[in-house]
């Protein structure tokens, strides 16, 4: 999948790149890893204060996208029980505001809470926006290890293996190799 570039007000593409902000292939592979990283990789996407405890941010954050991401990984083997849990529950501890908006009311988390608590809500409202979209049974794990790249599948037939052309290519290149070494 292409990384969206960071810009704030956009829940659906960061729950996409934080859900992947642990990415073997990536640089650097966990964007919360410690307090320099998360000072890189947050404020892109979401106002924070700039005095917030980073390192103490990235400790928070890391364990819950961990378990976030087992979550999605099992909803996209086609459990999806553990995932819906976890949104029951942690919406039930996070804040949202509401304004009128050409569609009705749009709701964005609270900035009064904290930044912690900032993350998880918009994290999670852009992963229920793809939900609603696309629905749980087009959650997908990228089929090219060492990856492991959570997505949607927005094919038209639903039948899409790889995250993007990154591990489409890759596969593509060992399978010619392996071919070629056969005959
Ligand atoms: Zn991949």
């Given amino acids: 999948m292409p990384r969206p570039p960071p810009r704030h007000d956009d829940p ?29 990789f947050l404020p892109g996407w979401l106002a924070l204060p700039r005095d917030s405890d980073w390192a103490a941010l990235a400790a928070d ?13 099992a909803a996209a083997e086609g459990r999806p029980a553990a995932l819906d849990r976890l ?17 009705g009311l749009v709701f964005r988390p609270d900035p009064a809470q904290s930044p912690a608590a900032l993350v998880k ?4 409202q852009g992963l229920a926006a793809e939900l609603a979209a696309a629905g749980p049974q087009r959650l997908r794990l990228c089929q090219a290890p060492p990856c492991e790249e959570l997505f949607f599948d927005r094919s038209k037939r639903g039948a899409q293996h790889f995250c993007g052309k990154r591990c489409a290519n890759r596969v593509h290149v060992a399978r010619f190799r392996e071919r070629h070494r056969r005959t």
């Fill in 121 to 124: 809500a918009l994290a999670l």
């Fill in 61 to 73: 954050l890391r364990p819950w996208r961990d378990g976030l991401r087992k979550a999605v990984r």
């Fill in 12 to 40: 659906e593409s960061f729950a996409q790149v934080f859900l992947n902000s642990y990415d073997p292939l990536g640089e650097p592979v966990d964007r919360l890893a410690d307090g320099s990283a998360v000072r890189a």
């Fill in 87 to 103: 949104l029951r529950r942690e919406l039930a501890g996070l804040a949202f505001q509401a304004r009128p908006g050409a569609a």
